[in-house]
């Protein structure tokens, strides 16, 4: 999973092996504590950094070296990503003509503002025949900015057989219809904007099935002086985002899981469709250059006198080429977490203390978005690519354990990495998440960065399935199958840690349940507990202890219970073959 146990063992002082069937777990945990030990207390090699002597000669503790040239390539990176696709995000110019109706714009006349965010409505034609050739808008909410005294929204404006939007400022004087946009109710429920005509979810799936979903610019979010401005849309940024033409986009199709990907029905089938194509030209852009900084970076470890052998960091590699591998590696989950931001299904979270683009998983799923933001990655703004990465380099600061670590691809029903060692573990939570399904989504853009880098890894278009253990309906036909599975597969897991583990050890294993599952009337019951249960005993281990530890927050997204109520770290022992 995420690495925290084989992380945490590490910080101990304890030589650490982390594996998982899921290619970007593993890589995460080869980030955390594979990579860091092997380059750990060396000075950054960019030239910047030799150049000030002081700086070179500092002491450079764990991984701080190497985070310095994750900031220093990151850098390089964004600035060659603005030259080659800068003119797909242009500056928003405030005009005397804006002024006329929007006095607030005064002070901003005359200067060009960087763009934070552009946001879109999502459009189906009407299902009404006098507007039949309308396109229009699916707009949850017009409001863009709810912050008492700033108060900003979109406003439509019909003009005979088509619309516009304009943008205005205070409280808008129909409170509710600003609130509500187009909708009319929960899930795919709108109207009309010309007509008053309801849009049902099925005439709206029919459109995206039949691929005549769009989207309309409803208004610019610029970089105001203290704090966001907000303007109508232009005919020049709504044709500079159409000019965006990606040379590739991923085909690979999301899983027809209806629990926690919910785009198929409108239409959006692979991963490629959920991006804007300018979106899909910066997501390539920034991944290439992946392979161009490694270049950079191994030139500049030369020259700062790391060893010039060429053994790739794969093969154990510390080098100038596998050190610029490394770097590689951060660079490319800078990108993931600019993926997070970078998709037509993250929304303008118009929140009380700040306005923001949200990034995509707030909750292990990937929700359908009716209107979108779509963030700059050259703002100085949320969402921008060096923002995202500073986060990374931020953590590896912190990484770099004095242990070794290693991080592994292997099925937990057959891996012998176990053998004679102190074992904890997280397996997979029963139905809870379908961890494969989701990981695609990161999944597809590091493998184009880093492909070379772990050919093994990324040997597969997509994330292994068939093997994961996890109780999912679709993949197995139906619930009892699917549980089934899961006790099966748990069991043969659980007997192989059973078979090697070190017997002067006991086995402790970590299982979040659903609160959801347990809060009955009869009392409490959760079939994935029962089940895991089964198969720990089925597999030779014997329950010495339980340890409840409350490791979720208690609420979820927008104060909903949150679905894992607690974890219990299950503590086993070999059963004695005689009981």
């Given at each position: 999973?995420?690495?925290?146990?084989?992380?945490?063992?590490?910080?101990?002082?304890?030589?650490?092996?982390?594996?998982?069937?899921?290619?970007?777990?593993?890589?995460?945990?080869?980030a955390?504590?594979?990579?860091?030990?092997?380059?750990?207390?060396?000075?950054?090699?960019?030239?910047?950094?030799?150049?000030?002597?002081?700086?070179?000669?500092?002491?450079?503790?764990?991984?701080?070296?190497?985070?310095?040239?994750?900031?220093?390539?990151?850098?390089?990176?964004?600035?060659?990503?603005?030259?080659r696709?800068?003119?797909?995000?242009?500056?928003?110019?405030?005009?005397?003509?804006?002024?006329?109706?929007?006095?607030?714009?005064?002070?901003?006349?005359?200067?060009?503002?960087?763009?934070?965010?552009?946001?879109?409505?999502?459009?189906?034609?009407?299902?009404?025949?006098?507007?039949?050739?309308?396109d229009?808008?699916?707009?949850?909410?017009?409001?863009?900015?709810?912050?008492?005294?700033?108060?900003?929204?979109?406003?439509?404006?019909?003009?005979?057989?088509?619309?516009?939007?304009?943008?205005?400022?205070?409280?808008?004087?129909?409170?509710?219809?600003?609130?509500?946009?187009?909708?009319?109710?929960?899930?795919?429920?709108?109207?009309?904007?010309?007509?008053?005509?309801?849009?049902?979810?099925?005439?709206?799936?029919?459109?995206?099935?039949?691929?005549?979903?769009?989207?309309?610019?409803?208004?610019?979010?610029?970089?105001?002086?203290r704090?966001?401005v907000?303007?109508?849309?232009?005919?020049?940024?709504?044709?500079?985002?159409?000019k965006?033409?990606?040379?590739?986009?991923?085909?690979?199709?999301?899983?027809?899981?209806?629990?926690?990907?919910?785009?198929?029905?409108?239409?959006?089938?692979?991963?490629?469709?959920?991006?804007?194509?300018?979106?899909?030209?910066?997501?390539?852009?920034?991944?290439?250059?992946?392979?161009?900084?490694?270049?950079?970076?191994?030139?500049?470890?030369?020259?700062?006198?790391?060893?010039?052998?060429?053994?790739?960091?794969?093969?154990?590699?510390?080098?100038?080429?596998?050190?610029?591998?490394?770097?590689?590696?951060?660079?490319?989950?800078?990108?993931?977490?600019?993926?997070?931001?970078?998709?037509?299904?993250?929304?303008?979270?118009?929140?009380?203390?700040?306005?923001?683009?949200?990034?995509?998983?707030?909750?292990?799923?990937?929700?359908?978005?009716?209107?979108?933001?779509?963030?700059?990655?050259?703002?100085?703004?949320?969402?921008?690519?060096?923002?995202?990465?500073?986060?990374?380099?931020?953590g590896?600061?912190?990484?770099?354990?004095?242990?070794?670590?290693?991080?592994?691809?292997?099925?937990?029903?057959?891996?012998?990495?176990?053998?004679?060692?102190?074992?904890?573990?997280?397996?997979?939570?029963?139905?809870?998440?379908?961890?494969?399904d989701?990981?695609?989504?990161?999944y597809?853009?590091?493998?184009?960065?880093?492909?070379?880098?772990?050919?093994?890894?990324?040997?597969?278009?997509?994330?292994?399935?068939?093997?994961?253990l996890?109780?999912?309906?679709?993949?197995?036909?139906?619930?009892?199958?699917?549980?089934?599975?899961?006790?099966?597969?748990?069991?043969?897991?659980?007997?192989?840690?059973?078979?090697?583990?070190?017997?002067?050890?006991?086995?402790?294993?970590?299982?979040?349940?659903?609160?959801?599952?347990?809060?009955?009337?009869?009392?409490?019951?959760?079939?994935?507990?029962?089940?895991?249960?089964?198969?720990?005993i089925?597999?030779?281990?014997?329950?010495?202890?339980?340890?409840?530890?409350?490791?979720?927050?208690?609420?979820?997204?927008?104060?909903?219970?949150?679905?894992?109520?607690?974890?219990?770290?299950?503590?086993?022992?070999?059963?004695?073959?005689?009981?």
């Open positions: 999973g995420g690495g925290a146990l084989p992380l945490e063992a590490q910080r101990l002082g304890l030589e650490s092996y982390a594996s998982d069937l899921n290619p970007v777990a593993v890589l995460i945990n080869k955390m504590i594979e990579i860091p030990p092997k380059f750990a207390g060396k000075p950054p090699v960019n030239p910047e950094a030799r150049k000030d002597k002081s700086l070179f000669a500092q002491e450079w503790k764990g991984a701080q070296g190497l985070a310095e040239d994750v900031r220093y390539y990151g850098k390089w990176m964004r600035g060659e990503a603005e030259k696709i800068g003119t797909l995000y242009p500056k928003i110019e405030v005009t005397a003509e804006m002024v006329k109706s929007r006095p607030d714009l005064k002070p901003y006349v005359g200067r060009s503002l960087t763009v934070i965010a552009w946001l879109w409505a999502r459009t189906v034609k009407s299902p009404n025949p006098a507007f039949a050739n309308v229009v808008p699916l707009a949850s909410t017009f409001m863009l900015s709810t912050k008492a005294g700033k108060e900003a929204y979109v406003e439509p404006v019909i003009e005979g057989s088509s619309y516009r939007f304009t943008v205005k400022v205070g409280k808008p004087k129909d409170a509710e219809a600003a609130k509500n946009g187009t909708k009319l109710a929960r899930g795919a429920n709108f109207q009309c904007l010309m007509s008053g005509t309801p849009l049902a979810g099925d005439h709206i799936k029919a459109e995206g099935k039949a691929g005549r979903m769009g989207a309309r610019l409803m208004a610019i979010v610029g970089e105001g002086d704090g966001r907000y303007l109508a849309p232009t005919l020049e940024h709504e044709e500079a985002a159409r965006a033409s990606p040379e590739w986009k991923p085909e690979t199709p999301l899983a027809p899981d209806p629990r926690a990907l919910w785009t198929p029905p409108y239409g959006l089938t692979t991963f490629g469709d959920l991006f804007t194509p300018r979106q899909l030209v910066a997501l390539t852009t920034f991944s290439d250059l992946v392979g161009e900084a490694r270049e950079r970076i191994r030139r500049d470890a030369l020259a700062a006198g790391l060893p010039s052998d060429p053994k790739p960091l794969r093969d154990g590699g510390t080098g100038a080429t596998a050190y610029a591998e490394a770097v590689g590696v951060y660079l490319a989950f800078g990108i993931s977490r600019s993926a997070d931001f970078w998709s037509n299904l993250c929304i303008w979270a118009n929140q009380p203390k700040n306005e923001l683009v949200a990034h995509l998983f707030g909750r292990q799923a990937i929700p359908m978005a009716w209107d979108f933001a779509e963030a700059n990655p050259f703002s100085d703004s949320g969402g921008n690519f060096e923002k995202n990465l500073s986060y990374i380099a931020k590896i600061d912190y990484l770099a354990g004095a242990a070794l670590g290693h991080a592994n691809q292997i099925d937990a029903a057959t891996n012998t990495v176990s053998s004679g060692r102190l074992v904890s573990t997280d397996p997979p939570y029963y139905d809870n998440i379908g961890y494969a989701l990981s695609d989504y990161f597809v853009w590091l493998r184009r960065a880093l492909r070379s880098i772990f050919p093994d890894l990324f040997a597969t278009l997509a994330v292994p399935k068939a093997e994961e996890v109780a999912t309906p679709y993949r197995h036909g139906s619930k009892e199958k699917a549980e089934a599975f899961f006790l099966d597969g748990m069991t043969h897991a659980m007997h192989r840690l059973a078979e090697q583990t070190h017997p002067a050890f006991p086995v402790t294993i970590y299982y979040a349940f659903k609160q959801s599952e347990s809060d009955t009337e009869e009392g409490t019951a959760s079939t994935g507990w029962e089940t895991f249960l089964d198969a720990v089925r597999a030779g281990f014997a329950v010495s202890g339980t340890w409840p530890m409350r490791t979720e927050r208690t609420q979820g997204l927008k104060g909903l219970t949150n679905a894992l109520a607690s974890s219990i770290i299950i503590v086993c022992r070999q059963r004695d073959t005689s009981a």
